[in-house]
């Protein structure tokens, strides 16, 4: 069991707007920043954004962040079949003093 | 270029110990922490801790406690991961990562190695 909690799946047509949520509690989202991977099929995760809503290089700006009290949600726009990944989040937790993660969401494009 | 090249699978008896590197390169070694997690058949991702390539400095996840040791050899820039007592439960792919913290309250991991995969079967 996951200390974050995400939906197992999601899915959207090509061109859609979709949004993940992640769960957490005050030791986690509530105190400290959000973080998410991406994470295509037989690969290593890709961070996708950090502090919340922050995009590295690269990263497209279909792809975006937010947070609001214990939780957090990636929104990705305009949908893409490249998109079709498994997605999670991430915070430091002050109560377990390491990181947690969310069990990962599975995107399916339609 | 930033790297983080890991050492190759490995299959392990029942009580065995692991020993998986991760080499850097295109960065000071000394600057970022080395974090490992782990992430079982099917299953999200799991923290396990980092070092300090620096000072040598480890923190471990509770639930690796007793287990797990994390060591580097700066004039390689390679960070290691033994794991001691495997049982099953510890077949998975293992990564290392590199964190970045440019202020607080933000770190992530912003590069990770590939992965090795390791299987734990009698």
């Known amino acids: 069991q996951s200390v974050l909690t995400q939906p197992p799946s999601a899915s959207g047509t090509p061109g859609q707007r979709v949004t993940i949520s992640c769960s957490g509690s005050s030791s986690n989202i509530g105190t400290n920043t959000v973080n998410w991977y991406q994470q295509l099929l037989g690969t290593a995760p890709r961070l996708l954004i950090y502090s919340n809503n922050q995009r590295p290089s690269g990263v497209p700006d279909r792809f975006s962040g937010s947070k609001s009290g214990t939780s957090a949600s990636l929104a990705i726009s305009g949908l893409q079949s490249d998109d079709e990944a498994d997605y999670f989040c991430a915070a430091w937790d002050d109560s377990l003093n390491g990181w947690v993660f969310g069990g990962g969401t599975k995107l399916t494009v339609l | 270029q930033v790297q983080l090249v890991q050492s190759g699978a490995e299959v392990k008896k029942p009580g065995a110990s692991l020993r998986v590197s991760c080499m850097t390169s295109?960065?000071?070694?000394?600057?970022?922490?080395i974090h490992w997690v782990r992430q079982a058949p099917g299953q999200g991702l799991a923290w396990m801790g980092w070092?300090?390539?620096?000072?040598?400095?480890?923190h471990y996840a509770q639930s690796f406690q007793g287990r797990v040791t994390m060591t580097r050899a700066t004039s390689i820039n390679t960070a290691y991961m033994e794991l001691t007592r495997l049982t099953s439960d510890d077949t998975a792919v293992y990564y290392c990562?590199?964190?970045?913290?440019?202020?607080?309250?933000?770190?992530?991991?912003?590069?990770w190695g590939q992965g090795t995969v390791v299987t734990v079967s009698s």
């Open positions: 295109g960065y000071d070694f000394s600057l970022y922490f």
């Open positions: 070092i300090n390539p620096h000072s040598g400095g480890t």
């Open positions: 990562a590199r964190e970045v913290a440019p202020h607080h309250p933000t770190y992530y991991f912003d590069f």
